[in-house]
C-alpha cells in the first residue's frame, strides 16, 4: 500500500528564491501535517490541516512560510524568499483523525538547502 | 507549551546489553506519549505509544511505561542487536482532535550498536 510521498526529495536553492514542496497522504486520510527538522534538532511543528476547516498555522516560522491543501488531497508548502535558515528537512504527516486515529504516518521528507 | 526532553546522546552499546532511553515531558491536560524511531535511511516511524497513565507500550522488544507521577516515558530494551542502530525521538500530543493533536518532539538521541 502507498505510504506518504513527498516531493522533492532534494531540494538546493540560492537565498532569496522561493521553493514549493509537495506533499500526498495515505489515501483517506483526513489529517495532514508539515514539520521541519533542522541539523541537531528534534521535529517542530509547522502547520495542520483537518479536513475542510481552517488549518492551525501555528507552528509557522514567518510570513514567507504558507501551505494549502485542496481537500484532502495533495498539500504544498512554499517558502518564499528563502534564508539560508530555512535549511532543514521538512516532513509531512498524515493520520486519520479523530482521537482513535492519532498515529501519524511519515513521509521521507524532503532535504531542503538554502545556500 | 508543551515540551519533550531526551537524554543527550549519542549512545553507543555492544549487541545483547540493555538500553533505557531518558525521556520527560511537559504538558497541560493527558497527553498521548510516543516513542517514533528513524533508521538509516529511512523515514520516521512509530515504535510505540501509550495513550493514558500507567500503559505500557511495547514493540519490537522495546517497552515503555507512561508515569504520570514522574511524568516519564524510559524506553528500555533488556538486549539490543545492531539492527536496532538508529535515531530515536520521543514525543507527545493531546488526546483529543483538532491542533492538540500535533506532535510535540525531543531533539533525538542516536543508538549505535556494535557486533
Known amino acids: 500500500g502507498a505510504g506518504v510521498s513527498q516531493s522533492p526529495s532534494n531540494k538546493v536553492t540560492e537565498k532569496g528564491k522561493d521553493v514549493e514542496l509537495r506533499c500526498d497522504p495515505i489515501?483517506?486520510?483526513?489529517?495532514l501535517y508539515w514539520y521541519r527538522q533542522r541539523l541537531g534538532q528534534g521535529l517542530e511543528f509547522l502547520i495542520y490541516f483537518q479536513g475542510n476547516s481552517a488549518p492551525d498555522k501555528s507552528g509557522l516560522p514567518s510570513d514567507r512560510f504558507s501551505a494549502e491543501r485542496t481537500g484532502e488531497s495533495v498539500s504544498t508548502l512554499t517558502i518564499q524568499r528563502t534564508q539560508q535558515e530555512d535549511s532543514a528537512v521538512y516532513l509531512c504527516a498524515s493520520s486519520l483523525g479523530g482521537v482513535l486515529g492519532n498515529e501519524q504516518f511519515f513521509g521521507p521528507g524532503t532535504r531542503l538547502t538554502v545556500l | 507549551g508543551d515540551s519533550v526532553t531526551q537524554m543527550e546522546g549519542p549512545v553507543t552499546l555492544s549487541e545483547e546489553a540493555f538500553l533505557t532511553i531518558n525521556c520527560t515531558y511537559t504538558?497541560?491536560?493527558?497527553?498521548?506519549l510516543f516513542w517514533y524511531v528513524q533508521y538509516p535511511g529511512e523515514g520516521l516511524q512509530l515504535l510505540l505509544k501509550a495513550t493514558k497513565a500507567d500503559d505500557k507500550g511495547s514493540n519490537k522488544g522495546f517497552e515503555a511505561t507512561y508515569r504520570k507521577e514522574t511524568t516519564s516515558f524510559h524506553l528500555e530494551k533488556g538486549s539490543v542487536q545492531v539492527s536496532d542502530s538508529a535515531v530515536y525521538f520521543c514525543a507527545l500530543s493531546g488526546r483529543q482532535t483538532g491542533a492538540n493533536s500535533k506532535l510535540t518532539f525531543g531533539k533525538g538521541i542516536t543508538l549505535s550498536v556494535r557486533p
Open positions: 504538558a497541560t491536560g493527558y497527553p498521548s
Open positions: 489515501s483517506g486520510h483526513t489529517a
